[in-house]
């Protein structure tokens, strides 16, 4: 086959799984943004968010639309509950100690996920309304599900940009991203802002979960795919919301091409490799901005 | 209650607080000397778990609790010095190189990532000790001439001279010597200026700096030092299990060790042994308890897993200060008695400073 | 120390965050064992400038020189090593461990032991920190803390961590020690101590002093010089009374 229609598709596999890491990443950066909690457990509430998905589709029955949205609700109760249960009391505590609990979460969650009847540690399927279905282009061959990722993150991208700029709630958002404390004094509900940005990290992580359920169907280790989440955000620059989509579809594709052209094995840390690179090379990512200590 | 009287300086940094303490602890050292006499082989072989992880344990106390730098990728460190001394001894190296050889290339991988990743806050760097421990898995894997990828390598057993530890309790006093060398001289460090200064690091970088601490070099060398004991650490486990593979050294184990130290109680030297004894016998509990719980919970794979998290949280929910924190609130409780108050030794709640991150 | 050689040369010093000049062309001469001011308010760069003397920040230009030997690109943590200590105007203490222990880090400069001595504690760095220990408690003599010493440093009342900031300062043995407003917080008795402590710090430990104030009582009462800065450069430099009636100075506070 053409070598350029090999490399374009591996580019478009890259950039469709990079949606889904851009997604993780996005709601880890939202919650970074608003609380400065590094939250491991994103890739756990991707995985439950499959999960709600799949047992509220197939094994309840309901249409898969409204199905999906219904888990979307869902897991985003559950990342409320969380914050109020676990997070809420820590405020306060030393950075080290909400790395410890976010861990311990993602590890409770996996346990409890586990334990479920009718989920458990087999795999599942979650129906998939595009199966099958491709579009050509020439001799490439996109799939359905990479289009509807790749859809699917524009939309969403595009809808929490105006969320964040124009709605009111979207803007006490950033204001409690950007300064905690004046916030609360403006006369925003901090506490109830972080409830509210865990809510919509774990719906954006839900959604990244329904989307790869195709790609990697349902189980319990599912969420390790979030950790990629962690050097989309680092090469978008940490605090950038754009930089953590950007981030995320260009591990995606490196990952592809690395899988493509390079010995086995490259393709599995390539995203860590590029972590570690930027890391050496521009510490702030590619949107970040370089912290100044004010003494 | 009981009072210090010091009459001289140098008491206030002496290895041992009093000679109260001190008798304590020898007597801990005989019944150590002399456990495998009358300590069933099963237990003694969980005492060189709990040994091996408490020289690991002590390299990250150093590094997370005393200098305040969390690391999620010791489990590359402790797989670097296990298949290292593996691979030394089967190709004949004398053990005590092989040791040394394990320490030494774990502590060079240690700089190696830690050169990029302590220049900035240290959230970066536990993200990229993260990525460095599955880079580092990985090239086992791969690297298969060496390492025999995926399939493991059988370790040999330690050799020194003619002696041979074939027999639990001899690995056990080797376990022992290490260990007990290993926490003096963690314990130096920390009464030592260098101590004061990963401390000082810990707690306000601009003050350690304007007092002279390079902030740089001072971690990286918190960070070798860590990674040297934690790769001597996996050497040990290499010869305790006796067969390694790459799939034995996963996160999981990075998050094992962080989750010791923080159980055993952060920034503490009991800490370091208080959570290892934690972490090996916790494992042994729950399956105790899976005798008397109702089937349904108990055939649970996920058992073990969940019970270990949810005593984490309860820990950093209710008891941050780890196992170490309860005791010393015991012994205060006691020596204050009847003058106890519920507000005694109630530490007040600092707030997260972005700088210290 | 050479005869009449300034301690600290500050030549056309300026940075600039972004297109603010938050210290632009400020030089000034501290002579051996004066107390020099620097004045003006909020905004004026004041704190800027010992950030630049302290190496936390990066001058744009100029030049820096302490002793005559040039500082100006030294790492920060050489720079209590060349002998000029600081303050800082939000106390940066380590609050999770005890007076003596912050104190005792004022010593670390001092240290020689190397990485193996300290791993084995060998004598040499018994017999260190021994020295280390005495010396600290002629500062806490000194600024009379003894019944703090062994408290931790979270614990206690803002007007003594200021003093505490001000001990781990002296431990270190600088020859210039720079105070980042050190009688802010405190009120009209420790305010008055102060002007004592900065008196015999000058007269008893032949320290020079540089200063940054806002307390116009406590600059009158104890300074040699004032330099008067707003907006980043410099207004008047000279004797505290006449810098205090220059008119320039007068509108820059009232808002000219």
């Known amino acids: ?215 990697a169907f349902v189980h319990v280790n599912m969420g390790y795919i979030g950790l990629k989440a962690f050097p989309a955000a680092v090469l978008g620059g940490f605090g950038s919301l754009p930089g953590a989509v950007i981030g995320g579809i260009v591990i995606g594709v490196i990952e592809e091409l690395a899988g493509l052209y390079l010995p086995e094995g490259f393709k599995n840390v390539a995203a860590y490799v590029v972590l570690l690179g930027v890391l050496m090379v521009r510490p702030q990512g590619l949107f970040g901005i370089s912290k100044r200590v004010r003494v | 209650m009981k009072f210090y009287k010091k009459t001289s300086y140098s008491e206030d940094f002496r290895l041992f607080r009093d000679g109260t303490m001190a008798f304590w602890y020898g007597a801990l050292f005989l019944l150590l000397l002399a456990a495998p006499a009358f300590v069933p082989t099963y237990y003694l072989s969980q005492l060189v778990l709990i040994g091996i992880y408490a020289v690991a344990g002590a390299g990250l106390m150093l590094l997370c609790g005393y200098c305040g730098q969390i690391s999620l990728g010791h489990s590359a460190f402790f797989a670097v010095g296990a298949f290292t001394t593996a691979i030394l001894e089967k190709h004949g190296i004398p053990f005590p190189l092989a040791l040394l050889g394990a320490g030494v290339l774990a502590a060079a991988v240690g700089l190696a990532v830690g050169l990029p990743a302590l220049r900035l806050s240290g959230m970066y760097l536990a993200i990229a000790t993260l990525a460095a421990a599955f880079i580092v898995t990985e090239i086992i894997v791969r690297w298969e001439s060496v390492t025999n990828g995926a399939s493991g390598i059988n370790v040999p057993k330690i050799r020194l001279g003619g002696f041979v530890a074939d027999t639990e309790p001899k690995l056990y006093f080797i376990v022992l010597a290490v260990a007990l060398v290993t926490l003096a001289a963690v314990r130096n460090i920390v009464r030592a200026p ?62 094992e060790f962080l989750v010791m130290i923080f159980i055993g109680g952060i920034g503490s030297m009991h800490g370091i042994v208080l959570g290892a004894i934690f972490i090996i016998v916790l494992p042994q509990l729950v399956a105790v308890a899976k005798d008397h719980l109702p089937a349904v919970i108990a055939q649970q794979t996920g058992l073990q897993a969940a019970v270990y998290a949810v005593v984490l949280l309860g820990f950093i929910l209710a008891e941050p200060t780890g196992l170490y924190g309860i005791w010393r609130k015991i012994k205060q409780y006691f020596s204050m008695f009847p003058f106890y108050r519920q507000g005694s030794l109630k530490r007040t709640k600092s707030f997260a400073k972005s700088e210290t991150w | 120390m050479r005869a009449g050689a300034t301690v600290l040369d500050v030549s056309d010093v300026g940075i600039a965050f972004g297109g603010l000049k938050a210290v632009d062309g400020v030089s000034f001469a501290v002579e051996p064992r004066e107390i020099f001011a620097i004045i003006g308010p909020n905004g004026a760069g004041k704190t800027t400038l010992f950030n630049l003397i302290s190496r936390i920040y990066e001058p744009s230009s100029g030049r820096i020189a302490f002793d005559g030997r040039d500082i100006t690109h030294i790492a920060p943590h050489d720079v209590v090593r060349s002998g000029i200590a600081r303050t800082f105007q939000n106390i940066a203490l380590f609050d999770n461990a005890t007076v003596l222990d912050n104190l005792m880090l004022g010593r670390f400069r001092h240290g020689r032991a190397g990485l193996w001595q300290q791993t084995l504690f060998t004598p040499f760095v018994r017999r260190e920190k021994i020295a280390d220990r005495r010396k600290v408690e002629e500062v806490i003599d000194f600024l009379e803390i003894g019944k703090y010493r062994d408290v931790l440093v979270g614990g206690l009342p803002y007007g003594v961590r200021k003093i505490v900031e001000l001990g781990r300062a002296l431990a270190a043995e600088p020859r210039l020690l720079l105070l980042d407003e050190p009688s802010s917080g405190l009120n009209v008795e420790e305010t008055n101590d102060m002007v004592f402590w900065i008196q015999d710090i000058r007269d008893d430990l032949d320290v020079t002093v540089l200063m940054i104030e806002h307390d116009m009582s406590l600059v009158s009462a104890v300074s040699d010089r004032v330099l008067a800065m707003s907006s980043g450069r410099m207004l008047a430099l000279g004797a505290p009374g006449d810098v205090q009636r220059d008119p320039a100075v007068a509108a820059a506070y009232l808002g000219g």
């Not at chain 1, 802002?193 to 809510?199: A, D, E, Q, T």
């Open chain 2, 194 to 255: 260098l101590g004061l200064a990963m401390m000082a690091i810990r707690d306000s970088e601009t003050a350690a700096q304007s007092m002279g601490v390079p902030l740089m070099r001072t971690k990286l060398t918190a960070f070798a030092i860590s990674a040297l004991l934690t790769g001597i650490a996996g050497a040990l486990y290499a010869h305790k299990i006796q067969f390694i593979d790459p799939d034995q050294f996963t996160i999981f184990v990075s998050i």
């Open chain 1, 1 to 215: 086959m053409d070598p350029l229609v090999v490399f374009l598709q591996a580019v478009v596999s890259g950039v469709s799984i990079g949606c889904i890491y851009a997604l993780v990443a996005l709601g880890f950066v939202l919650i970074y943004k608003a609380t400065e909690v590094v939250n491991f457990a994103q890739g756990e509430l991707m995985m439950v968010g499959a999960f709600f998905a799949y047992s509220i589709v197939d094994l309840g029955g309901v249409p898969f639309v409204p199905g999906v949205l219904l888990a979307l609700l869902a897991t985003a109760a559950f990342g409320v509950v969380i914050n109020r249960l676990l997070l809420r009391p820590l405020i306060g505590s030393p950075a080290f100690t909400i790395v410890l609990a976010t861990v311990a979460v993602s590890t409770l969650i996996r346990a409890a996920v586990a334990m479920v009847p009718g989920w458990g540690v087999e795999t599942h399927r979650l129906s998939n309304p595009v199966a099958g279905k491709v579009i050509r282009i020439g001799d490439l061959v996109i799939s359905g599900e990479h289009l509807v990722v790749i859809l699917v993150t524009i939309l969403l991208v595009a809808l929490l940009y105006i969320f964040f700029s124009r709605s009111r709630i979207g803007v006490a958002l950033q204001a409690t991203s950007q300064n905690q404390l004046a916030a609360g004094y403006a006369g925003i509900n901090v506490r109830r802002m972080f409830g509210l940005i865990w809510g919509i990290s774990a719906a954006v992580a839900a959604l990244a979960g329904v989307m790869l359920a195709p790609m």
